[in-house]
């Protein structure tokens, strides 16, 4: 099949998705061609099968907010035209499916089909913010085939959208053999030079990451094992978790890692990865770790309980327990054999359930019913 990816270039869910899907699927023969403002991040070196669209946006001096959305729908009319695409693969609802949408009434019909995917915040947050929610929803309802990324967020989109058509759910998948135990892995030492375990999280410090919580957790922990706290992204709270942590007097213990490229080489070095969400429909990083033999306490929210199983991989507590989340930590940490257990535990889940050899013939069979239907 000749497949474009329509995503977010950058360190997020969704863009992290399209990538991982498009190269997986030019690896199994179809042609991907991603198309974006730039190149998505985890698309690196050369892959057969794979093209790259950049989106120019115009800069004339009339526009105050240059209207990337029309850009991105001439975008998606060329390459489908010039490549003959079978598909269009939107990620994010907002405004990749609108333009995809806006894309294939300019062909007039002679377009590829149009699927997208809801990943969570384009349903939960902005989509629900009354200047986008008609077109989410119009959006949904005019694409030809619709997938969510958990059944929380297929059922959510349902309710809460006042849609009536089927949303196929397709879980996140990740790559075993790269997310995994045995990868090379970052030096212990170097983050926690005196032994001290290792707390970790990852995302893009907005909100809905409750990331001053891992401070209040590590604050916790720390009067009882000594730790340390990793942070690998950055966004909005940053500051604000700096504050909280000089506050709790921890401050030393809690590092900024930044953006990372290659977190699969970070994340087996953590004893714990933290994910305290207030919404999340999924939690991609939460498998990530778990792939790499990394428990995950989280909350029991969104689509995390589709991730993680409480006792068994991991620890799940309602948003803002944070006195919670540390004693299951604490707990934990001090019990090695318990420790090494939901290590193996979590790793057999994301091998049992989450792989991508298991997860991406469930996009190709979606594709295939959706160009079959007339
Ligand atoms: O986590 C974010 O805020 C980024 C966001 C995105 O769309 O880039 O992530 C969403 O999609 C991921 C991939 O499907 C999911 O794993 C995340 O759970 C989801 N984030 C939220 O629902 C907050």
Known sequence: MKIAMVCYPTHGGSGVVATELGMCLAGRGHDVHFISYSAPFRLRGFH??????????????????????????????????????????????????????????????????????????????????????????FSIEESDGVTAVSRYLAERTLREFAVERDIRVVHNFVDVERFSPRAPHCIREHFAPKGERILMHASNFRGVKRL?????????????????????????????????????????????????????????????????????????????????????????????????????????????????????????????EKLAAMRQAARRKAEDHFRQEQIVPQYEEYYQEVMDRQ
């Open 212 to 336: 001053s919580d891992t401070v209040e957790i590590l604050a916790r922990v720390r009067q009882k094992v000594p730790a340390r706290l990793l942070l690998v992204g950055e966004g909005p709270d940053r500051q604000a978790s700096h504050e909280i942590a000089v506050k709790l007097g921890v401050h030393d213990d809690v590092v900024y890692l930044g953006t990372q490229d290659s977190i699969e080489n970070l994340l087996g070095c953590a004893d714990v990865f933290l994910l305290p969400s207030s919404e999340e429909s999924f939690g991609l990083a939460a498998l990530e770790a778990m792939s790499c033999g990394t428990p995950v306490i989280a909350t029991n929210i969104g689509g995390l309980p589709e991730v993680v199983t409480h006792g068994q991989d991991g620890f799940l507590y309602p948003v803002g327990d944070v006195e919670s989340m540390a004693a299951a930590a604490i707990d934990l940490l001090n019990d090695q």
């Open 48 to 137: 057969e099968h794979v093209f790259y669209h950049e989106v120019d946006v115009s800069a004339y001096p009339l526009f105050k907010y240059p209207p990337y959305d029309l850009s991105l729908a001439a975008k998606i009319m060329e390459v489908a035209d010039d490549y003959t695409l079978d598909i269009v693969h939107a990620h994010y609802a907002i405004p990749h499916a609108i333009s995809a949408y806006l894309a294939r009434q300019m062909l007039r019909g002679r377009g590829p089909k149009i699927i997208t995917t809801l990943h969570g915040t384009d349903i939960t947050l902005v989509g629900k913010d009354a200047s986008f929610k008609a077109a989410v929803k």
